[in-house]
């Protein structure tokens, strides 16, 4: 499964770490960079989703037919393959499509036309996030990105380690040495719009059943092309043919990964911050709306019943009632605001206001209370 991901890497790093040897020569060639075919930029984000328009490598081919077929450019494509026979928005077919599983390419409606077209490609990015099922039942699942492993004294989520030095850190004798973006084997389509013409590129990521080093995060993973023969046997379709092309693709065994901030969980949050370790045993700082409710609930506290008032002129009875009975609803909502406050802050390990764990226990408080509450209207104060 692959819904998110880091893709954040400027055209000109992306076509010197992508850069191949060509026409069997001793040198490197860079990638070259086109623009997408509907004139869409390229959505840099570090909370990377479907329907943005992220760098795509591809055989230049596909774009000119004269172009030799081990010849690569990168163009920006929309993530989500459109279905060819959808008309309308392209993002209203109301299917989803960012992912492919590998199991069922080849008898696809949808995939097994661009797949045996040749319509292979290779998705760009810095990494993908993945959420780890919690351990404990209520629990909230914790957030990961996985990457590749980064050359020695260089950090992809760090750019102050090497963007200042793209020029020692490309060269045509020895290719790319800097931040090494992750590779997905992908299929992508073109789509023709009924109603104005224009032209969109999508794409798909395939998917397949993760490594037993990877599934203790989750089940599936995308397809990852490791190396530069892996890269070059799935983009080269004219040698390379369907079936044995999808029978190279294994799930990845070389990967690395650390927990991140669970504000990665929201499409709307962006900011470099997403894709920094965090420490999963240090207590997860409250949120504005959640340090709002602690400070309420800390404030919270029982109302007092003053007993004299049980002492009054006979006809002044029905005013006394429900002056008391105001002083005992008092005590029970004051009990139930310090047993909230008490359960919240035992729970502020999460980011919520209300805590998921927290939720059967306030659900038990809140039925407790109007039970007490009905009991309480029902027989009075009898005796008082």
Same mark, same amino acid.
Do not use: F, M
């Given at each position: 499964m692959c819904g998110r991901t880091a893709c954040t890497l400027a055209p000109d790093v992306l076509c010197k770490a992508c850069s191949y040897k060509k026409n069997k020569s001793d040198e490197y060639t860079q990638v070259e960079w086109r623009s997408s075919s509907d004139g869409k930029e390229y959505n840099q984000a570090f909370n990377f989703v479907p329907t943005f328009y992220g760098p795509v490598m591809i055989s230049k081919r596909h774009l000119d037919a004269n172009a030799p077929v081990e010849d690569r450019v990168i163009q920006p494509m929309m993530w989500g393959i459109i279905p060819r026979w959808h008309k309308g928005s392209p993002t209203k077919h109301k299917m989803t499509t960012n992912n492919c599983r590998i199991e069922g390419l080849t008898e696809s409606r949808l995939y097994k036309d661009p797949l045996f077209k040749g319509q292979r490609c290779a998705v760009l990015c810095e990494g993908f996030y993945e959420w780890k099922q919690p351990e404990n039942k209520g629990g909230s699942k914790q957030p990961y990105i996985i990457y590749f492993p980064q050359p020695e004294g260089i950090s992809i989520f760090e750019p102050e380690t090497w963007k200042d030095r793209l020029g020692e850190l490309w060269s045509k004798e020895n290719g790319w040495k800097g931040p090494k973006p992750l590779t997905f084997a992908g299929l992508f389509d073109v789509w023709k719009s009924p109603e104005d013409g224009s032209i969109i590129y999508s794409y798909s990521v395939i998917t397949m059943d993760s490594c037993p080093a990877f599934s203790w995060i989750h089940e599936r993973m995308p397809a990852i092309l490791e190396t530069e023969d892996d +890269?070059?046997?799935?983009?080269?379709? %004219?040698? +390379? *043919? /369907?079936?044995? /092309?999808?029978? #190279?693709?294994? /799930?990845? %065994?070389?990967? %690395?990964?650390? *927990? +991140?901030s669970a504000d990665v969980n929201y499409a709307r949050n962006e900011g470099s911050h997403l894709t920094k370790a965090i420490d999963l045993n240090k207590p997860k700082p409250l949120s504005a709306s959640g340090k709002f409710m602690a400070n309420w609930l800390g404030k919270a506290s029982p109302? #007092?019943?003053?007993?004299?008032?049980?002492?009054? =002129? =006979? #006809?002044?009875? +029905?005013?006394?009632?429900?002056?008391i009975k105001d002083s005992v609803q008092d005590i029970l909502i004051g009990k139930s605001l310090q047993l909230f406050g008490s359960i919240y802050r035992g729970n502020q390990a999460s980011d919520a206001c209300y805590p998921p764990r927290a939720s059967k226990q306030l659900i038990n408080v809140y039925v407790m209370l109007s039970r007490e509450m009905l009991v309480f209207n029902r027989r009075g104060l009898q005796g008082c």
């Open positions: +890269v070059n046997s799935w983009l080269d379709y %004219t040698h +390379v *043919p /369907a079936q044995e /092309a999808i029978s #190279k693709l294994k /799930a990845s %065994t070389i990967l %690395t990964c650390h *927990p +991140v109302a #007092k019943i003053d007993k004299s008032s049980c002492v009054s =002129p =006979p #006809k002044e009875g +029905v005013k006394r009632q429900l002056s």
